[in-house]
């Protein structure tokens, strides 16, 4: 069974530094991988994929992930995070390309200082 | 609408009582999912839909679990004899037929949260 793991439960960042989100995943096939983003009381807003091809992937909000088989990590990034880009996200793994279930990890919640 | 909703936004009920939880996805998508949220556990799948039958219910808890999706639209959960570890984040999301040629995102409502008493 597939497997994501968030190591970071909680990130602060000053606004206008970089970011990085960790995530790594246990499958034993080529995954399905996404970045999901849950503002307060929102839903999940899909932020980026990846199924195959070039490995840096790139996804709304000016985020970008890397996929590295040799790591099992899609590992989440944002060159100068914006306070707006203060949530919870989610890294997820699907095993198809199909109508299939995701799987999430705990998720990390990022808070941005002034 | 345009995207995925959900009914109620918040519900508070006594332990032992049944709820019912609705999901209206987008329209013209066949797929339909449960998801639930919670403090300890995370984001759990709980059922899959395909049009109106379910083919990976693995994901609820108990048989106190069920739902049900008439005319490939919309989906209830219903939980009965509710417990207080059934308070949670109940979110729904839908996706494309799998033959329309596109990757199949799954879009999300905004979810019900449960409070159970």
């Known amino acids: 069974a597939q497997s994501v793991t968030q190591p970071d439960i909680h990130i602060t960042v000053s606004e206008g530094a970089s970011l990085e989100l960790r995530c790594n995943y246990s499958?034993?096939?080529?995954?399905?991988l996404f970045w999901y983003v849950q503002s307060p009381g929102q839903g999940l807003q899909l932020l980026l994929k990846?199924?195959?091809?070039?490995?840096l992937v790139q996804g709304i909000k000016g985020f970008e992930a890397e996929f590295k088989r040799s790591q099992s990590s899609f590992n989440l990034r944002k060159p100068s995070v914006h306070w707006s880009d203060a949530a919870e996200y989610f890294c997820?793994?699907?095993?198809?390309?199909?109508?299939?279930?995701?799987?999430f990890g705990t998720g990390t919640r990022l808070t941005i200082i002034p | 609408g345009a995207g995925v909703s959900q009914s109620p936004s918040n519900k508070v009920t006594e332990k032992g009582k049944d709820v019912e939880l609705r999901c209206d996805p987008i329209s013209g998508h066949t797929a339909l999912y449960w998801y639930r949220q919670s403090l300890g556990q995370g984001l759990e799948f709980l059922i899959y839909f395909q049009g109106n039958s379910a083919p990976d219910k693995s994901g609820l808890p108990s048989d106190r679990f069920s739902a049900e999706r008439t005319g490939g639209s919309v989906s209830t959960l219903t939980i009965q004899r509710t417990q207080q570890e059934d308070s949670a984040v109940y979110l729904c999301?839908?996706?494309?037929?799998?033959?329309?040629?596109?990757?199949?995102?799954?879009?999300f409502g905004p979810g019900t949260r449960l409070t159970v008493l």
């Open positions: 499958y034993g096939a080529t995954p399905y």
């Open positions: 999301a839908s996706s494309a037929s799998p033959n329309s040629g596109r990757w199949n995102e799954q879009f």
């Open positions: 997820a793994v699907r095993r198809g390309f199909g109508n299939e279930k995701l799987t």
């Open positions: 990846y199924f195959s091809g070039d490995t």
